[in-house]
């Protein structure tokens, strides 16, 4: 445990040693802001077009800017987090420092733990950072907080899993380019997995749905938090740092 | 302390050490000695446990390194091939970091590391990041990383590699006082590294041990001549005959001319027998122009080349 955390804290301090988190943090936050005064300024104008015209169903902050924000934020999330976890183990290969810990005396559990969770901070930084818009809405109207909860804990859950895929790509090479292409083709795969669904016959209509990252991201947005999700996210992380483990302990 | 016995590690068709069986007692500084690709970094590998063996056992302080992997770890100082230092790291924080993965309590830290920077003389650059240090100062905190816990067992690969002549004096000085209370493998392929600092010598070539002895019992073995180099001003052709009827000379061979137009004689003699005397008498009862007598015995770079020479022929024999 305690091989783990300082493992954890080396990595996140060498993020920010380097320019690569201040790019990742910066690049991120810009284009999310964006988003959000491009999403925002549009709600006001069909707000008052409602106001105005009397027409269809009046829009909401949840509806109208908070759901497409955060469905926005796991699509940008969905391009920088295999930046942020090619490094974790292909970097320590390349430079060999991956001796200095697999002579030391821990299991390759407190190693493959360490990287995942100074990737996974440095996401929840990241992720963290912009809870800056919900904060404006709450000045200027009153935003459901049950959504922001739900969205924010959804996040959490996808970052984890994320961060856990991009290890197990990181612990199998020492090119990290090659770490950060497979983690993005990975994880855009289990992301676009349920476009078969509808071609598939019941029963595995049902498994590519169920497999799909961003359909059970749906219920946090809406403010639910349903097991089958939690247990989705939860299973498909730990079957990653499992993996992630085996080939740590194998090399 | 260190025990070794038959392993073999395989990569594939290709054998990278071949039954390698050694030991080494508490307090012993072995030096492993082997040309480039002879497995040395191999069996150290193996020793830190970063590497499976394929066959074999070893153990460690009486751990095995396949079994008891993470008490092995716990009672050795490894420096591999390549320090494995975080360029984007400060010296001191690194050696922090690298004693506290090795368990050294929080509050005895501080000290372990300034003392082992103190040992390896980097403690003017404890601020500096590793990646601006030269090669030599980044060996040196490899080292300091490797002793800042210590550790009863050192494993050092190549410790010197990319020193300057002083800091190579400096380090081998510390090397040696680290025997005694630290149980030392350090590889090598330079000779004077061994013969300046080790108790013992396992000599490794091709992935097989092809001697272990102390220093002096390699010189000793390998010394199954004395050489005796005459110069005359005479050649002394008639003389081979003569000289062979001695007792003690196994042979005597003419060399070139030099450039003063001087005959050069090599007479081996066997092991313990002192000839020079009979052999200078019977130059000058033939009037030879006796001009010098040099003795040669061979030296440990002589007994280097010649084991992994003969090595090689038996190899070739099979």
């Given at each position: 445990m305690n091989s783990t955390l300082l493992i954890a804290r080396k990595d996140l301090r060498s993020y920010f040693t380097s320019p690569i988190a201040y790019i990742i943090v910066a690049i991120f936050l810009l284009l999310v802001g964006w988003m959000f005064v491009n999403l925002f300024s549009f709600f006001v104008q069909s707000n008052s077009q409602y106001a105005s015209l009397n027409m269809g169903s009046k829009p909401t902050l949840s509806e109208n800017v908070l759901r497409p924000l955060f469905g926005n934020m796991n699509v940008i999330l969905l391009f920088i987090a295999p930046f942020i976890t090619m490094r974790l183990l292909a970097e320590e290969r390349k430079d060999h420092t991956v001796e200095l810990l697999l002579t030391?005396?821990?299991?390759?559990i407190s190693i493959v733990m360490g990287k995942f969770l100074a990737g996974f901070g440095l996401l929840l930084v990241i992720v963290g950072a912009t809870l800056v818009y919900p904060l404006i809405l709450q000045f200027i109207g009153k935003p459901d907080w049950g959504v922001i909860f739900g969205c924010y804990l959804g996040m959490i859950f996808i970052c984890a899993t994320y961060v856990a895929i991009g290890l197990f790509w990181s612990s199998r090479t020492e090119n990290q380019v090659v770490a950060a292409v497979l983690t993005f083709g990975t994880l855009l795969f289990f992301w676009l997995i349920s476009w078969a669904a509808h071609r598939a016959g019941p029963v595995w209509s049902d498994v590519l749905n169920h497999l799909s990252l961003i359909g059970h991201f749906s219920n946090f947005a809406q403010g639910i938090v349903d097991t089958t999700d939690v247990v989705y996210y939860l299973s498909f992380t730990g079957f990653a740092l499992f993996a992630t483990n085996l080939s740590v302990e194998a090399s | 302390m260190i025990e070794v016995k038959e392993l073999t590690k395989t990569y594939g068709q290709r054998t990278?050490?071949?039954?390698v069986t050694f030991s080494v007692k508490k307090g012993e500084i072995l030096g492993f000695l082997?040309?480039?690709?002879?497995g040395k970094s191999t069996t150290m590998k193996i020793l830190s446990g970063f590497l499976p063996s394929t066959t074999g056992e070893a153990s460690i302080n009486g751990y095995d390194v396949r079994k008891n992997v993470v008490e092995v770890k716990a009672s050795i100082g490894y420096l591999p091939e390549n320090p494995p230092v975080y360029g984007s790291m400060p010296v001191q924080d690194y050696l922090e970091f690298a004693a506290r993965l090795h368990l050294v309590p929080k509050h005895k830290v501080k000290a372990a590391v300034a003392d082992a920077m103190a040992k390896c003389n980097i403690s003017d650059v404890k601020n500096r990041l590793i990646g601006n240090l030269s090669k030599g100062y980044r060996q040196r905190v490899g080292l300091a990383q490797a002793i800042a816990h210590n550790p009863p067992v050192l494993i050092l690969d190549e410790p010197t590699v990319g020193l300057d002549p002083k800091q190579i004096m400096e380090i081998r000085t510390l090397i040696q006082s680290l025997g005694g209370d630290h149980t030392v493998i350090l590889s090598t392929h330079i000779l004077p590294e061994v013969q300046a600092t080790c108790s013992r010598v396992v000599v490794i070539d091709k992935g097989r041990v092809v001697a272990a002895d102390t220093l002096a019992g390699i010189q000793k073995r390998m010394q199954t001549n004395l050489r005796l180099v005459l110069t005359l001003r005479k050649d002394p052709g008639f003389l081979l005959p003569k000289l062979k009827n001695i007792n003690g000379i196994t042979a005597a061979t003419i060399g070139d001319k030099n450039a003063a137009g001087e005959h050069t004689l090599t007479v081996e003699c066997a092991q313990g027998s002192d000839l020079r005397s009979d052999v200078a008498e019977l130059c000058v009862s033939q009037n030879l122009g006796l001009l010098g007598l040099a003795q040669e015995s061979l030296s440990l770079e002589d007994a280097f080349v010649k084991l992994i020479t003969t090595e090689e022929t038996a190899a070739e024999r099979h």
């Open positions: 030391a005396p821990l299991k390759p | 990278a050490i071949d039954r082997g040309p480039n690709g002879a």
